[in-house]
């Protein structure tokens, strides 16, 4: 298995959650779907197209929950009114023009979000990518969730010929752990007193725009959590789980 390790980080962030409606609430970290995104814009590969030309992939996510901060941001629902296709030059300015309308949508930002991404994309794809990161050249700019909010990825290691798949067992998991494939030890959870979240997210999308989802479990402060699982992978020192 081919897998490039790096660091994606940035001021701030906003994951929409699927189920949002009058307050943008944001997922703690990127969903699968955005990572693919961000994965292609890196590689010039065009949007809405990433999810299915790069696929099937494996990507893994470690990283603290952010602290959040809610910002009311203003959003315009109507455009300003045409101008008329007739001007002459004797006339004057319309200062009757109808006005925009305009809503206040609360949103909720992630402040410092820093995360570890381990991705393994198919061959073709692996040694540019590679490099793109190491060169610090990527086709678009990558950004956390909005555009506004521009991200860095910051190379760490290529870890290809290393990453080792476990058997059954008990683990200590580094990284976000998909709910199904795995089962948590509550008993080593209260005693270690860890702070576990459990979200549903995207994970894949199809070239129609139909999302699938899976549940995944995350702790607050990025520390291990302890699982039986038989999709573990050891790579680089750490053992980790795919999304």
């Keep these: 298995m081919q897998v490039t390790c790096f660091r994606l980080w940035g001021r701030l962030g ?12 944001s997922y703690p970290f990127p969903p699968r779907t955005v990572l693919i995104g961000l994965i292609g814009a890196a590689l010039g590969i065009p949007k809405d197209q990433a999810q299915i030309v790069l696929e099937p992939l494996q990507i893994a996510v470690a990283g603290k929950y952010p602290l959040v901060h809610w ?4 959003l315009r629902k109507d455009p300003p009114a045409m101008l008329s296709w007739t001007i002459k030059s004797s006339q004057t300015l319309d200062r009757n023009t109808s006005p925009e309308r305009a809503t ?15 991705v393994s994309l198919p061959e073709s794809y692996h040694e540019e990518f590679t490099q793109r990161v190491i060169d610090r ?15 860095d990825m910051e190379y760490i290691e290529d870890l290809s010929g290393e990453a080792k798949a476990q058997p059954l067992g008990a683990y200590d998991i580094e990284s976000v752990i998909p709910q199904n494939k795995a089962e948590i030890d509550t008993g080593k959870i209260l ?7 459990r979200l549903n997210m995207p994970r894949a999308v199809s070239s129609e725009r139909v999302f699938t989802h899976a549940t995944y479990v995350l702790e607050q402060d990025g520390l291990a959590i302890p699982v ?12 980790i789980m795919f999304l």
């Design 14 to 25: 906003h994951f929409r959650r699927a189920e949002s409606a009058v307050s943008a609430l």
């Design 71 to 74: 910002h009311k941001a203003k």
């Design 104 to 118: 206040l949508i609360a949103q909720e930002w992630l402040f410092n979000p820093e995360y570890t991404i381990w």
């Design 137 to 151: 050249r990527w086709h678009f700019q990558p950004c956390l969730g909005l555009s506004e909010m521009m991200a």
């Design 191 to 197: 005693d270690r007193r860890l702070g576990l979240n």
């Design 228 to 239: 039986k699982t038989a999709e573990a992978y050891q790579i680089g020192g750490k053992v």
